[in-house]
Every structure is written in structure tokens, then in C-alpha cells.
């Protein structure tokens, strides 16, 4: 029986705060600080320490009833006075909370008073603001409000640098590094951000560090303003909301935008685009992994033509994905989000124009209800997202095949590359060992080669 | 190594245990500083704590989305039979519910989820913003009570209004309503209540089979695999018995003073505790020795087949030191003890929120040199596990990472574990799950060995 919903349950979206946390983690020397309740840092800690298995030092205004009623500034400015003293940040990432928009608290300006107050102190953090009230979007919008205040705080105008901004998007650490890999191999300058590949999957410490090594440094992302040019991969990023977008209409960076590089045609777009932006050719590294990917997809085909899958997570991961499930012959019958940003069929649409004649189905603003009830129907063969689609997929009997994030109930999601040739790489030898697995569990025989 | 200094307005919170030493009273109860990075968390988590393992409810969290999504299946609470607990239900305001009120969304998202779900009750629990947007839950909730004819009980647990205590408050505030609505009749005369234990990895039904050993009926279990229809009985029973009591005395007090009802405080970790909990129910039935002799008899059962087991765990931990940082005090009386019954000394020791009485109790019991904290944060935490050379952290979660940064063993005594500690059998979890981490050799890898990285 159909229900009438309004309620959301079993949600397929965090709230905008966890995502510009995740990113000022990825700003060298930078402590994220909520503006609202202790609990959302709290909350919000736990969720992200359960996937990438790091510490992770959020701090909180820590509102009471009286700052509901008289306003936060009192309790912010003492929050960054304290966590300036006890962590010595170069940089503090401000992203606010239901509570601190909903009374209306001007954070800019309590930060200029802030300063004005203690300027004769030991040397003053950088503060970057955000606005982030979990009322709007999800967390993929604040992760992204907080990469273009990162920008705009810091980046600075400047003679033209041959120097390429790339901002990744929501990718986990492993990517962040084959990112950056790629753009050494290239021996082209770069500024990535955010870059939490060291902070958010580190080594061991001797001693106690209260902000993890690892980062972008602020006097880089200074830079920004004078690149020559800035990447950023996210189908439904529009340019009013991106880091990109901001740089491109205040320092006239030019912005390539394009969906994340997973699978052959995307990442092939990407390395068109470096070799384009830096006049020279792919090292021959690159030509060997695309190669033997091409290979692989040639090895595995059979077994992954005409399987249907449901893919869910944020819009852009499920676009990527989409443009890459096509590739091999596995069609995405149905690509849903818990975001809602109006562009996810379109942005679909502009990769794979047949999109409708393969049968893919869109659906925005979704939660795991809605996506178990269209499964239900659909009967796809498996399940590609997050680990919380693991309810539906347990009681369904369906495969789910864990990426992106979260990654609760697995072990390793941090070091999970998605992008390029070497990400899809990875993902089509776990599609493919997928259906092997079941079919090898299936059989009555019990072959021991498939 | 770069000195750490304790932010000043928590040195009351910090003190460590020297004889002639400076008396300093320890400060509790206090709301967390304004930019240290507590681990607490907010009225809400309190609340939703609590009433999580009600597992034929409704639980509907009235807010934005992040509340909800972060307290999805969050616990180890298991339930024999219905799972509505284990489903997220938000009412997802928008920015427009945020203007116009969210009453409306409430009530039919309310009255949907009951026509779909039909639990025999429902929470509904206030956030932060549902506070200050002014929503008259209440009025809403018997509003819909009345259309569907099940309870559905505001918890007013607004994140900012308070700490988490208070939001434990509310939801035995929410649970006193439902208290004394049910029939007493065949309650046997000996018969509790287990009150604070929340059946994680299925501990409350290794206790009730203790008691139940012992000729003891237990009534509801507040609130582990609970029912509606098992809360609404719970004044028949003859005692309360409180663990976990920084979320359930409050009940207790209640429960006394409106039904009469006596409470004692136990604790069921470690061996000394867990008999002492069984003893504890038997003196409270004078007229009936046969139950102290059963309780007795359980108790040498279980030892005689615990002990034993124990001691292969005691020769390779003995001398080596632990940190303990969990949420309640109680808990962490009980782990000192047992972690010295498997040769272990306690270096570090606190809670998130203990009271004066716990904290002068701790005092006591910690050995010279032990550093006691209340609400602290990583970099207390990490400060003084590095300085006393601590072998294994006791904690949650967000505990965790900090263990293993460090290299030193963990083990996880939070909500999320799906091992059951209470108990005997729960012991020797407890002690193999130290050894397995405090032993492994994957420690002699870590730079604090002095390995170059």
C-alpha cells in the first residue's frame, strides 16, 4: 500500500553543517567551529570519525538559553579566544548551525568586532565564515559554501601564475591523492582544495597533535586569484554557489567544470583538459592505466551487460557514476538523491542524451523509503551507494556495493578511489567480483573457477 | 613535546590525586565551555538516548534533518521482537516551516507514520530551532493522541536548553506519563524494575536471567528491548533497581515518591559489582531467604566458571595502566574495579557528567597520582594518556581515534558495541577485548615505542 509522506525517513542527506566541517578539515592549520549547540559538533564528530577513523576536533560555541535569547556573540567570540588559545589555529573555519541563523546572529560581523576587540593579541587566525543552516540543502551544499568562503577569504588577485585550481568536490582522501599525483606527474603548479587526503587519513603520532599535519595552505589558496585557469568536477555545482564560480566573476579565473572523472569518457575529458591547460601530454602512466582499464573492461563485460542497478548518494557522485555504468552496458534504472538541486536529470541528460530509450529514472529530494519502495518494483540486481542503503539491501536480498560516503560498516572507505582510470579501476573490479560472488553463491555446484 | 596547557575555566575540572596535595573540590555539572571541544554532546542526544530502545514506539524527531539522520540506528539496543526503533523519522523542516511554523508538518507527518507504522506510541522530540520558532508541540501532540488514540509525548529536548542531563530528564519526564496508565494486576510481589539499562548487544536479558534465576519478576526494563505496555505497567513493581544512573535516578525519585516505589543503584560491570547487584535486590526481600540463597548460587555458578578464564588475561595485563573516559560515573567505579581484578591500574579517570557526590567517590577509590577529569576534550585527554604512559583507553567513538593515533589499545564502552559487557559472561568480554587490544602486536609499530616514522 502506497502511504501519503511528508515526514522524511531513513534519510539520504546529512545536514549542511557536517559537510563544511569535513571541508575546513581540509585548510592547513584549520579548526572547524560551529556556531550553535555542542551537540551538533558532537553529532557530527562521531558520524564523520565512524568513516574516516581520524580524530577529528570540531569546536562549538556551545549555545545555552541565554545566547538562544540574547544572541551569540558573547559565546562566539569567547569560543574563538578559546579554541585561538588552546589550538593555535593559523586559520578557524566558522560554518553556523539551525540555531545561530534562525536568531539571526551576524557572524561577519561579530568576527570584525572580534578582531577590532583583540587585535593586540598574540597573531589573529584567519576566520572564514559560512553560512550553513540545516533547514537548506544538505550537506553537499555546505561543503561547498565552505570552499568558495574559503576563496573568497583568502584568494588574493594577481598577475596571471601558471598555476591550476582544482577543487574536487566530496571525494575521499584516496581520490585527493591520485588527484594530486596526477597534477605533479604533470609538473604543473596547483591548488587543490579541499585537501583533507593527509588530515582526514593520516599516519601515527609520536606525540598529540591538536590539528592534524596535512591541508591547503591559506597562502596558497591566496594564489587562487591569479591561476590561469580552475577545475571543478560537480555536474549540479552551479558557478553563483562554487569556489570556481566566485573566482571566475572576481578574478576572471577562467572555470572548467565538468562531472567527476569516473569511467573512460569522463576521465578522458579530464586529461584532455590538463594536456589542453598545460600544453603537453599525459605521462605515459596514465596511457598504461586507461589502457589496462580498457582491457579489464574487456575481461569483465559479460558479466555486467544488462544488469540494473539503483544508484544513490549526492547528485554529482550519482552522475559520475551514471556516465560510468553506461559505459560498461549496466544500466542505472533508477539515480537517486537525497539533494535537490533541481539538475540532476539534466546534468544526466547532458552526458547520456539517450538516457529516457535506456530506462534511466531520476528522482531528487528522496529517502531510503522512497528509494526501498522503487526497488521493491524495479528489482534491480544490485544496489551501488553509501553503507546506509544496507537496511533496504538486507531486508530486500539485494547486493550493495559500498562507496562514497558514509562507510559505517566496512573497513577502509577513506582509502576508496572513485576518479580517473585508476578509481574506475577499482570500481569496476569490485561490479564485476560482485556478480561473480553471487552467482558463484548461487550455483549448486560450487565452481571454483567463474 | 610541545607543552599543553588546560584552557583556563576547566581548571576546576581537571585535578589529580596527590597526598598533601592542594584540595581542589572538582566543579561539575556545569554547561561546557564556549571553543573547547567537548565530547558531550546536547539536551537532544540526552533524550534520545534514553527513550532509543523503545522498540514498539514512534520515534518522530521534529527539526531539520541532521538530528535525525545522526541518530539513525545508532545504538547496540536490540529488541526481541518489534524494530520500529531502528527507522528515522524527521520532519525535515525546510526554511519555509522555519518562517511559517512547523505545526502543520508535524501533525500530518504524525498522523501518517502512525497509520503506517501503528506503534503503541510516539515521541516526538523538540530541536534547537523548534524552540525558537515557538511550535506548540504539545498542543499538536493531543491533538493527534486523541485522533489516533495512542500516547504521543512531546520531549522537550531543544539541544540548547541545558546538557545533556537535562535532556535525560525529559525523557523520563515523557516516560512518568506513561508510567501508572497500565494494569498491575498478577505482579508478583517480588518484582522489580530494571531501570538505565538499555539492552545493548543484548545485556539487559543476561541480567534478567540472573534474576529471574533468583525467583525475581521483572517488570519492565526502562528502557532496554522495552515495550509501551511493559512502561505502563511498571508502578507494580516493588523496587527499582538503577544502572546507568546519571539517566535514571530522576525516574527513580519520581517513581518513589508517586508510587512509593524504594530504589538502590547498582551497577552490573565487572564481578564485584555484578554480585554486589544480585545481593543488593535479595536484601531488599528479607522475608524471603531462599532468594538470597539463589542469588548466592548464581553467583558461584557463574564465578566458578569465570574465574578460571580469567586468569590467562590477569598474567599478561598485570602492570600495565588504563585510561577510563565514559559518559556516566558509575560506570566508571565499575571499570576500575574490574580492570584491577585483571591486574590493571587506572591512570586516568572521568565522565562527561558526573556529579560532586560521584566525583568525591572517585577520589577515594583512584590511586595516588590518578588524574581525575570531568567533561574533558582530545587534547586533556591525549595530554595526560601520553604523560602516565596509559597502555588502553576506555571510551566511545569519538574516544577511539585518539587511542589508536597514539598507539595504545582501545576498547569501546559506548552505546554503539555489540559485544555484551554487563555481566558475568560480560566480564569476560571485558577482559578479552582489553587483552586482544592492550596485547596485539601491531603496537610495537607506534612511534611512542620510539619507532622512527
Known amino acids: 500500500m502506497k502511504h501519503a509522506k511528508t515526514a522524511t525517513q531513513n534519510a539520504c542527506k546529512l545536514c549542511n553543517p557536517l559537510g563544511?566541517?569535513?571541508?575546513?578539515?581540509?585548510?592547513?592549520?584549520?579548526?572547524?567551529?560551529?556556531?550553535?549547540?555542542?551537540?551538533?559538533?558532537?553529532?557530527?564528530?562521531?558520524?564523520?570519525?565512524s568513516h574516516y577513523k581520524e580524530p577529528i576536533d570540531i569546536a562549538s560555541?556551545?549555545?545555552?538559553?541565554?545566547?538562544?535569547?540574547?544572541?551569540?556573540?558573547?559565546?562566539?567570540?569567547?569560543?574563538?579566544?578559546?579554541?585561538?588559545?588552546?589550538?593555535?589555529?593559523?586559520?578557524?573555519?566558522?560554518?553556523?548551525?539551525?540555531?545561530?541563523?534562525?536568531?539571526?546572529?551576524?557572524?561577519?560581523?561579530?568576527?570584525?568586532?572580534?578582531?577590532?576587540?583583540?587585535?593586540?593579541?598574540?597573531?589573529?587566525?584567519?576566520?572564514?565564515?559560512?553560512?550553513?543552516?540545516?533547514y537548506m540543502g544538505s550537506h553537499i551544499d555546505g561543503f561547498h559554501a565552505a570552499v568558495r568562503a574559503t576563496v573568497k577569504t583568502l584568494a588574493e588577485k594577481g598577475a596571471r601564475e601558471k598555476l591550476i585550481n582544482i577543487f574536487p568536490n566530496m571525494v575521499s582522501p584516496a581520490d585527493i591523492r591520485y588527484l594530486k599525483e596526477i597534477l605533479e606527474d604533470f609538473k604543473v603548479p596547483y591548488m587543490l582544495l579541499p585537501d583533507y587526503s593527509q588530515t582526514m587519513d593520516g599516519g601515527p603520532w609520536g606525540e598529540y597533535h591538536r590539528i592534524p599535519p596535512g591541508g591547503t595552505p591559506a597562502s596558497a589558496i591566496a594564489m587562487a586569484g591569479s591561476a590561469v585557469a580552475s577545475i571543478e568536477f560537480g555536474s549540479t555545482l552551479e558557478a553563483?554557489?562554487?569556489?570556481?564560480?566566485?573566482?571566475?566573476?572576481?578574478?576572471?579565473?577562467?572555470?572548467?567544470?565538468?562531472?567527476?572523472?569516473?569511467?573512460?569518457?569522463?576521465?578522458?575529458?579530464?586529461?584532455?583538459?590538463?594536456?589542453?591547460?598545460?600544453?603537453?601530454?599525459?605521462?605515459?602512466?596514465?596511457?598504461?592505466?586507461?589502457?589496462?582499464?580498457?582491457?579489464?573492461?574487456?575481461?569483465?563485460?559479460?558479466?555486467?551487460?544488462?544488469?540494473?542497478?539503483?544508484?544513490?548518494?549526492?547528485?554529482?557522485?550519482?552522475?559520475?557514476?551514471?556516465?560510468?555504468?553506461?559505459?560498461?552496458?549496466?544500466?542505472?534504472?533508477?539515480?537517486?538523491?537525497?539533494?535537490?538541486?533541481?539538475?540532476?536529470?539534466?546534468?544526466?541528460?547532458?552526458?547520456?542524451?539517450?538516457?529516457?530509450?535506456?530506462?534511466?529514472?531520476?528522482?531528487?529530494?528522496?529517502?531510503?523509503?522512497?528509494?526501498?519502495?522503487?526497488?521493491?518494483?524495479?528489482?534491480?540486481?544490485?544496489?551501488?551507494?553509501?553503507?546506509?542503503?544496507?537496511?533496504?539491501?538486507?531486508?530486500?536480498?539485494?547486493?550493495?556495493?559500498?562507496?562514497?560516503?558514509?562507510?559505517?560498516d566496512r573497513f577502509g572507505g577513506q582509502r576508496m578511489h572513485h576518479l580517473g582510470y585508476r578509481g574506475t579501476q577499482e570500481l569496476f573490479d569490485r561490479i564485476v567480483n560482485t556478480v561473480i560472488e553471487q552467482r558463484q553463491n548461487a550455483s549448486s555446484i560450487g565452481y571454483t573457477y567463474m | 613535546m610541545e607543552q599543553i596547557s588546560i584552557l583556563e575555566g576547566r581548571h576546576k575540572q581537571v585535578f589529580e590525586k596527590k597526598t598533601g596535595g592542594e584540595q581542589v573540590e572538582i566543579s561539575c555539572d556545569t554547561s561546557s565551555l564556549s571553543g573547547s571541544v567537548s565530547q558531550r554532546a546536547c539536551v537532544f542526544c540526552g533524550s534520545r538516548v534514553v527513550l532509543y530502545p523503545v522498540a514498539d514506539a514512534l520515534h518522530l524527531v521534529h527539526g531539520p534533518i541532521g538530528c535525525a539522520a545522526y541518530t539513525w540506528d545508532i545504538r547496540g539496543a536490540v529488541s526481541s521482537g518489534p524494530e520500529l526503533h531502528r527507522l528515522s523519522f524527521s520532519t525535515d523542516l525546510q526554511e519555509m516551516d522555519v518562517i511559517y511554523g512547523g505545526e502543520k508538518k508535524l501533525y500530518h507527518s504524525l498522523i501518517e507514520l502512525i497509520e503506517q507504522y501503528k506503534p503503541k506510541a510516539a515521541f516526538i522530540y523538540s530541536t534547537c530551532i523548534v524552540g525558537l520558532i515557538g511550535d506548540d508541540i504539545e498542543a499538536v501532540c493531543r491533538k493527534v493522541a486523541k485522533e489516533t488514540g495512542i500516547p504521543v509525548l512531546p520531549v522537550h529536548s531543544e539541544g540548547f536548553k541545558g546538557t545533556k542531563k537535562d535532556g535525560y530528564k525529559a525523557a523520563c519526564h515523557a516516560l512518568m506519563q506513561l508510567i501508572?496508565?497500565?494494569?498491575?494486576?498478577?505482579?508478583?510481589?517480588?518484582?522489580?524494575?530494571?531501570?538505565?539499562?538499555?539492552?545493548?548487544?543484548?545485556?539487559?536479558?543476561?541480567?534478567?536471567?540472573?534474576?529471574?534465576?533468583?525467583?525475581?519478576?521483572?517488570?519492565?526494563?526502562?528502557?532496554?528491548?522495552?515495550?509501551?505496555?511493559?512502561?505502563?505497567?511498571?508502578?507494580?513493581?516493588?523496587?527499582?533497581?538503577?544502572?546507568?544512573?546519571?539517566?535514571?535516578?530522576?525516574?527513580?525519585?519520581?517513581?518513589?515518591?508517586?508510587?512509593?516505589?524504594?530504589?538502590?543503584?547498582?551497577?552490573?560491570?565487572?564481578?564485584?559489582?555484578?554480585?554486589?547487584?544480585?545481593?543488593?535486590?535479595?536484601?531488599?526481600?528479607?522475608?524471603?531467604?531462599?532468594?538470597?540463597?539463589?542469588?548466592?548460587?548464581?553467583v558461584s555458578e557463574e564465578v566458578k566458571e569465570l574465574y578460571p578464564s580469567l586468569q590467562k588475561f590477569k598474567k599478561a595485563l598485570t602492570g600495565k595502566k588504563a585510561a577510563i573516559y565514559v559518559g556516566g560515573a558509575f560506570k566508571t567505579f565499575s571499570l576500575i574495579k574490574a580492570l584491577r581484578s585483571i591486574g590493571m591500574s587506572v591512570v586516568l579517570a572521568g565522565s562527561q557528567t558526573g556529579n560532586k557526590d560521584d566525583y568525591a567517590r572517585l577520589k577515594e577509590m583512584c590511586d595516588e597520582g590518578t588524574v581525575i577529569v570531568d567533561d574533558s576534550n582530545p587534547v586533556e585527554l591525549s595530554k595526560f594518556i601520553l604523560e602516565k604512559e596509559a597502555d588502553l583507553l576506555i571510551g566511545g567513538v569519538k574516544e577511539r581515534p585518539i587511542a589508536f593515533k597514539l598507539g595504545i589499545g582501545f576498547c569501546d564502552h559506548n552505546h554503539e558495541r555489540k559485544i555484551p559487557l554487563a555481566g558475568f559472561v560480560g566480564m569476560y568480554n571485558f577482559a578479552l577485548e582489553v587483552y586482544q587490544s592492550v596485547m596485539s602486536p601491531v603496537w610495537q609499530f607506534a612511534p611512542r615505542k620510539g619507532v622512527k616514522i
Open chain 2, 180 to 298: 501508572g496508565t497500565g494494569s498491575t494486576e498478577n505482579i508478583s510481589k517480588y518484582s522489580i524494575n530494571i531501570l538505565g539499562e538499555f539492552n545493548l548487544a543484548g545485556e539487559a536479558w543476561i541480567i534478567r536471567k540472573y534474576y529471574e534465576k533468583m525467583g525475581i519478576e521483572v517488570v519492565s526494563t526502562l528502557t532496554g528491548d522495552g515495550r509501551i505496555d511493559a512502561v505502563r505497567r511498571a508502578h507494580g513493581a516493588s523496587l527499582n533497581v538503577v544502572q546507568c544512573s546519571g539517566s535514571m535516578t530522576w525516574l527513580a525519585k519520581e517513581m518513589e515518591q508517586k508510587y512509593g516505589i524504594p530504589y538502590i543503584r547498582v551497577s552490573y560491570f565487572g564481578i564485584e559489582d555484578m554480585s554486589k547487584s544480585l545481593y543488593d535486590v535479595a536484601k531488599h526481600f528479607p522475608e524471603r531467604p531462599d532468594i538470597m540463597e539463589a542469588a548466592k548460587q548464581v
Open chain 1, 61 to 134: 560555541s556551545n549555545f545555552h538559553e541565554e545566547t538562544a535569547v540574547f544572541g551569540g556573540s558573547h559565546n562566539l567570540k569567547i569560543g574563538l579566544k578559546n579554541v585561538s588559545k588552546q589550538y593555535k589555529p593559523e586559520v578557524i573555519g566558522i560554518a553556523t548551525t539551525c540555531l545561530s541563523e534562525t536568531i539571526g546572529d551576524d557572524v561577519p560581523m561579530i568576527i570584525r568586532e572580534y578582531q577590532a576587540e583583540f587585535k593586540n593579541g598574540s597573531p589573529m587566525p584567519i576566520m572564514i565564515h559560512a553560512s550553513t543552516p540545516s
Open chain 1, 20 to 49: 563544511a566541517c569535513l571541508a575546513f578539515r581540509g585548510i592547513e592549520n584549520c579548526v572547524p567551529f560551529l556556531h550553535g549547540s555542542q551537540g551538533c559538533a558532537t553529532y557530527i564528530r562521531r558520524y564523520l570519525i
Open chain 1, 240 to 408: 553563483s554557489k562554487s569556489a570556481a564560480g566566485y573566482l571566475e566573476e572576481a578574478f576572471g579565473v577562467p572555470r572548467y567544470h565538468m562531472a567527476l572523472p569516473i569511467g573512460i569518457k569522463e576521465s578522458d575529458k579530464f586529461f584532455t583538459l590538463l594536456e589542453a591547460l598545460t600544453e603537453q601530454e599525459r605521462p605515459e602512466k596514465y596511457d598504461d592505466e586507461r589502457r589496462r582499464l580498457i582491457d579489464a573492461y574487456a575481461d569483465g563485460h559479460k558479466y555486467v551487460f544488462e544488469q540494473k542497478v539503483i544508484i544513490y548518494g549526492e547528485e554529482d557522485l550519482v552522475v559520475g557514476m551514471t556516465a560510468f555504468l553506461t559505459e560498461i552496458g549496466i544500466t542505472p534504472i533508477l539515480c537517486a538523491s537525497g539533494g535537490k538541486s533541481g539538475l540532476l536529470r539534466k546534468s544526466i541528460m547532458e552526458l547520456i542524451p539517450g538516457m529516457d530509450e535506456l530506462g534511466i529514472k531520476v528522482r531528487e529530494g528522496v529517502d531510503f523509503v522512497d528509494i526501498e519502495d522503487e526497488a521493491k518494483l524495479l528489482k534491480p540486481d544490485f544496489l551501488i551507494g553509501n553503507s546506509k542503503g544496507y537496511t533496504m539491501s538486507r531486508k530486500n536480498n539485494i547486493p550493495l556495493i559500498r562507496l562514497g560516503f558514509p562507510i559505517h
